[in-house]
């Protein structure tokens, strides 16, 4: 089938850019749409007499300037309808507090330079499949939370998966797939060292409580790395300490710190302060009180709860920026104790 593409042979311009303004225009005009597929390279240099190498030049030169991309084995197909808009598919497990505050600041970045297009695959890796499989080849980034249960399976699954995108079109969020090839954009944190080096930041004041009780309740996918983080610094520096499954207020005891993995709002949290109160404990004073990942409604709750936490607005900045400057780079994000009065 005949294109609607057109050169003048006879004109002194060069072909290849008299193609690349032609398609510039069908492209502009709706003519060819967003996800539409560009003849072949040997298709249109037969059905206009020229080289395939001026098609070859001329669809790489709108690749550069954002309009066109390519797809293993398909082709070239149009990425924006010519608006100059960046297409981004972001990929999130779930959309907490965290995640949102990584979306605003991920958004600020880049301005009204992009176009981004948000799904929720629940760490559901059948989902995550079909999400991806519906976006694949139609976007020029895809950022990705590769959360998802840590079984020998799953993982492999997930790197299947993910290395179905080009490395230049990918960035992952808050955990690094390690066995993954190639130089695509990672803004991670390292469970085990960050919980190792965050609790140093509080040494000072874990010197004053009889132990360290750690709380893990299930939905805490990444809670073995951060337990083998915690035990390494407790036998470091000679902190007594004890892993816990639930909240038993029998154990609930005075002068001892309380770390929850998975707390903030949860149901653990909410407990272990309704026993702290029961028992007339003054929060930061007889008992210390620690959340896991920090949110700007942190510094409300228990007249300010301290966490353990990356950063999760510096995590949305870098990818923002790593897209606005296409540098993509693997990069561990700042980790930290952030105190307040309930430790």
């Known amino acids: 089938m005949k294109s609607q593409i057109e050169i003048l042979l006879d004109s002194n311009e060069p072909f290849y850019k008299q193609l690349v303004n032609n398609i510039q225009y069908l492209i502009e005009s709706g003519i060819y749409k967003s996800g539409d597929f560009l003849p ?26 954002g309009v066109l991309e ?12 010519g608006n100059g808009k960046i297409k981004i598919l972001l990929l999130f497990d779930k959309l907490g507090t965290y995640k949102q505050e990584m979306f605003n600041a991920f958004v600020k970045e880049l301005g009204t330079t992009a176009e981004i297009v948000i799904r929720l695959h629940n760490q559901d890796i059948v989902a995550f499949e079909e999400l991806l499989e519906d976006g694949l080849d139609h976007y020029d980034y895809y950022v990705i939370t590769p959360h998802f249960p840590l079984t020998d399976k ?24 390690e ?4 130089n695509f954009g990672s803004i991670y944190q390292d469970y085990e060292e960050d919980t190792y080096l965050g609790l140093l930041q509080g040494l000072d004041t874990l010197k004053k409580f009889k132990k360290l009780n750690v709380i893990s309740m ?14 390494k610094f407790c036998q470091d520096y000679g902190v007594p300490y004890e892993m816990h499954q639930e909240i038993v207020p029998s154990k609930i005891r005075e002068n001892e710190a309380f770390l929850i993995l998975n707390g903030q709002l949860d149901e653990e949290l909410i407990e272990l302060a309704r026993v702290a109160k029961s028992k007339d404990y003054v929060i930061g004073k007889n008992i210390g009180i620690i959340s896991y990942n920090d949110s700007p409604i942190n510094e409300i709750i228990l007249d300010g709860l301290t966490a353990l936490s990356t950063n999760f607005q510096q995590m949305g900045e870098l990818a923002g920026k790593m897209i606005l400057e296409k540098s993509l780079k693997k990069i561990k994000c700042d980790y930290k104790l952030v105190r307040r009065n309930s430790f």
Do not use: F, W
């Open 40 to 65: 072949s390279l040997n298709d249109l240099a037969a059905e206009l007499d020229i080289s395939k190498e001026t098609v070859k030049k001329a669809y790489s030169l709108l690749r550069k300037r």
């Open 70 to 81: 390519s797809a293993h084995g398909k082709g070239y197909y149009v990425t924006n309808n």
């Open 154 to 177: 799953t993982q492999k699954k997930v790197l299947s998966i993910v290395g179905r995108i080009p490395n230049r079109k990918l960035i992952l969020l808050d955990h690094n797939l």
């Open 179 to 182: 066995h993954l090839p190639g």
């Open 218 to 231: 299930a939905g805490s996918l990444y809670a073995p790395q951060i337990q083998k983080g915690i035990k």
